[in-house]
T-cell receptor, first 113, second 113 residues
């Protein structure tokens, strides 16, 4: 019940395309869903986060879509750029213990020029 | 503000030894969390400290321990190292509110031979 399942494992997108990464969770107690971006040799960095009271949140080229009934959420990267090539992790947590992140397995994104 | 600092960045130990890793959080942050990152298991929560008290612990054996000092700096210790302890150990700090953005350091790469 603590798992967060993430797909795909890897993704190749052409420059300018849309990258879509999906995650699913089981624990309905989770109410905080952040996405992290990690470059080689660096720690993960927060991209964008959502709470279940909204179905979509957009920040620049990054959008999270959230489906509470299906217990799924996804990250859309519009106009993908080569600089977006990194590993992306979805995560889930309870807001009252948001330091205890349950991470998905990660998606390695490659954006080709 | 300076980011999260972790020392050392790289460490090589042999089985049976013990190791201590250090984390200096962002100035003013009172919460420090530790995560283990491996290719097989992904990112897993180890424990979290707030104001020198451990608030939560992940599913790791007792060989993994930590502490936090009055200046919020934290250390984690792994005793009787096993080959499977080879991993990137990440420290994250946050102000200590809910929900908190976790700011990750670059990690300490531990190799156990």
């Amino acid at each position: 019940q603590q798992q967060v399942k993430q797909s795909p494992q890897s993704l190749i997108v052409q420059k300018g395309g849309i990258s879509i990464i999906n995650c699913a969770y089981e624990n309905t107690a989770f109410d905080y869903f952040p996405w992290y971006q990690q470059f080689p040799g660096k720690g993960p960095a927060l991209l964008i986060a959502i709470r279940p009271d909204v179905s979509e949140k957009k920040e620049g080229r990054f959008t999270i879509s959230f489906n509470k009934s299906a217990k799924q959420f996804s990250l859309h990267i519009m106009d993908s750029q080569p600089g977006d090539s990194a590993t992306y992790f979805c995560a889930a947590a309870r807001m009252d213990s948001s330091y205890k992140l349950i991470f998905g397995s990660g998606t390695r994104l490659l954006v080709r020029p | 503000k300076a980011g999260v600092t972790q020392t050392p960045r790289y460490l090589i130990k042999t089985r049976g030894q013990q190791v201590t890793l250090s984390c200096s959080p962002i100035s003013g942050h009172r919460s420090v969390s530790w995560y283990q990152q491996t290719p097989g298991q992904g990112l897993q929560f180890l424990f979290e400290y707030f104001s020198e008290t451990q608030r939560n612990k992940g599913n790791f054996p007792g060989r993994f321990s930590g502490r936090q000092f009055s200046n919020s700096r934290s250390e984690m210790n792994v005793s009787t190292l096993e080959l499977g302890d080879s991993a990137l150990y990440l420290c994250a700090s946050s102000p200590g509110q809910s929900p908190d953005t976790q700011y990750f350091g670059p990690g300490t790469r531990l190799t156990v031979l």
